[in-house]
């Protein structure tokens, strides 16, 4: 059964981390896929980067599985999603809107979304959240979403090349 017991016992920083990745997780969709230019868009779209933003910053004060000094491969997906944030703002400001776009989607899918992917790393919190008992079933998970980012990585790919 799900319990709350890992999360109420991690550290204030993995708390911030969980909450705001959450509501990036939930509010991504509604931002990068709502008709463009209204102001539900924009709030959502601020909210989204901010819950990013603070998701990618409270990363390095988790040094739980650090290799290489206090850092860990999953701080290489927190600079490129700081980048891309930069990015993205730059764009819409630029007025480049096919841009803006196609970096915040590639952010979601390829960045939130595979380091949630991580999450279910058997030993993490949010495998002991979800699988308590069970904390194999996080390799399930992982092979799931992971065969379903790599088909999407496919597919549209697939179209590009119909585009070219």
């Not at 600079?79 to 703002?89: E, H, K, N, P, R």
């Not at 999407?152 to 790919?157: A, N, P, Q, T």
């Amino acid at each position: 059964p799900m319990s709350f017991a890992p999360f109420l016992a991690a550290s204030l920083t993995i708390q911030i981390h969980a909450i705001a990745a959450t509501v990036a997780l939930v509010l991504g969709p509604i931002a990068l896929y709502r008709e463009r230019r209204d102001g539900l868009h924009k709030w959502v779209g601020y909210i989204w980067i901010t819950a990013m933003l603070c998701t990618a910053l409270s990363s390095f004060g988790i040094r739980a599985y650090a290799l290489i000094g206090p850092f860990s491969p999953i701080h290489v997906l927190s600079c490129l999603a700081i980048w891309s944030i930069w990015v993205g703002m730059r764009y819409i400001y630029q007025g480049n809107i096919r841009a803006h776009r196609k970096t915040f989607q590639s952010l979601y899918w390829n960045g939130l979304l595979i380091a949630a992917l991580f999450n279910f790393l058997p030993g993490r919190v949010v495998n002991r959240l979800f699988f308590n008992d069970a904390r194999e079933l996080g390799w399930v998970v992982i092979g799931a979403g992971g065969a379903f980012l790599i088909g999407r990585i496919l597919r549209s790919r697939q179209m590009f090349a119909r585009l070219t």
